[in-house]
């Protein structure tokens, strides 16, 4: 039974990804969240779930201690070994000031947990995703990442392509080191979900500036992510997808 682990899984895409990877009776599914109290429509849906198919743990990204204490939970749950690491979890404090109006010690801190964070990250759930058999790390990242494209996306979410760009240089360095293992990388844009909050807050910019590109629902998203966990291999490793499965450039 293959097993994975999603963060960011209380709402959003995150869900979507956690229902929609369910739907495999042969899955088994650990959804992470921020706040256990606060995440009652994951808890619904888990319940329809029995507890051989289905967990939820606490894990806060921003939070060493968080992540470590919830490395060590996924780890009594996953005695062999965690097979696929997803993680969705993410921020965009700032999509409308430009880089003359952030708020630089927000800036700061976006930039902390996408970088030092992550990487904490994945240091932590390194070995259990070194243990299992299918040893997949893939982040849930952005277009707006991509050094090719940034210039003909002036004064759109300057801080989080910033951050984005980073996240996918951090996973691209690392990942040419990790497939030396046998662990598959890969860096996945989830598609503009105008329905999701960080696809909401970009939707005046795109009205104006690409009034015609491509609209994702969270189901259509969340059934290309999924077929691309499940098909990504060895020889797929450390590129940069849409989530319709094409290639995007770095």
Known sequence: MPSYLVTGSARGLGLHYVEELLKNSANYVIASVRNLNKATELQKVLSQYPKDRAAIVELDIDNPDSIKDAAAEVSKLLPEGLDVFVNNAGVNYQPSPLFEELDLPLFEKELNLEIINNTILIRTFLP???????????????????????????????????????????????????????????????????????????????????????????????????????????????????????????
């Open 128 to 250: 259990l995703v070194r243990a299992g058999k299918e040893k997949k790390f893939v982040f849930i990242t952005s277009v707006l990442g991509s050094i090719h494209l940034a210039e003909g996306m002036p004064g759109l979410n300057d801080s989080y392509c910033v951050s984005r760009a980073a996240l996918n240089m951090l996973i691209r360095k690392w990942g040419g080191v990790l497939k030396y293992e046998g662990i598959t990388t890969a860096l996945i844009h989830p598609g503009w979900v105008p329905a999701t909050e960080i696809g909401a807050g970009i939707e005046p910019w795109m009205n104006k500036n690409a009034p015609n590109f491509a609209r994702v629902t969270p189901k259509d998203s969340a059934t290309g992510v999924v077929k691309l966990l499940e098909t990504l291999n060895i020889e797929k490793t450390n590129s940069f997808w849409n989530y319709d499965g094409t290639n995007l450039p770095w």
